[in-house]
């Protein structure tokens, strides 16, 4: 092989090696319901879902641009959530946000119900989170009955 080919290899290996990194960091932050309230009006009510988020890591962090959905347990979608802060968070910290879920008035009925005839208040935010600039995939529960 030529120079350019090996140097090439090396840093696809590298890259490659970088990305795994960060899949592996973003397993590593833990993130923790801290509550869920309703709000805004009927015609575009808001869920407000708090979040703590844990670095437990000796690296600081960058959290942004958060693109996800609200589901209930049944996986009826709810709501998008979307988060568009850039938020620092320091090694072995925790910081807490606020998301909001921008939802329909009949999706919030129909969750409502839902949640009536199932007498569980659970519910799940899947998506992807910009961790350091890289888009990975997160998951948080919301465990409240049953």
Do not use: H, R
């Given at each position: 092989m030529t120079a350019?080919?090996?140097i090439g290899v090396i840093l696809g290996a590298g890259a490659v090696y970088w990305i795994y990194n960060k899949f592996k960091f973003a397993d590593s932050l833990s993130y923790v319901p801290t509550g869920l309230k309703v709000g805004g009006s009927i015609l575009n009510p808001e869920i407000i879902l708090?979040?703590?988020?844990?670095?437990?890591?000796?690296v600081s962090t960058t959290f942004s641009n958060?693109?996800?959905?609200?589901?209930l347990e049944n996986g009826q979608k709810v709501a998008d959530v979307y988060y568009n802060?850039?938020?620092?968070?320091?090694?072995?910290?925790?910081?807490?946000?606020?998301?909001?879920?921008?939802?329909t008035f009949s999706n919030l009925a129909t969750s409502v119900a839902e949640l009536i005839k199932s007498?569980?208040?659970?519910?799940?935010i899947k998506g992807i989170a910009s961790i350091d600039s890289v888009p990975l995939p997160f998951t948080i529960d919301y465990k409240f009955f049953g």
């Open positions: 350019t080919k090996w708090g979040v703590k988020i844990y670095n437990p890591s000796n958060l693109n996800s959905e609200l589901f802060q850039k938020l620092d968070i320091p090694a072995k910290s925790s910081v807490n946000i606020l998301l909001t879920a921008n939802t007498k569980k208040a659970n519910f799940k």
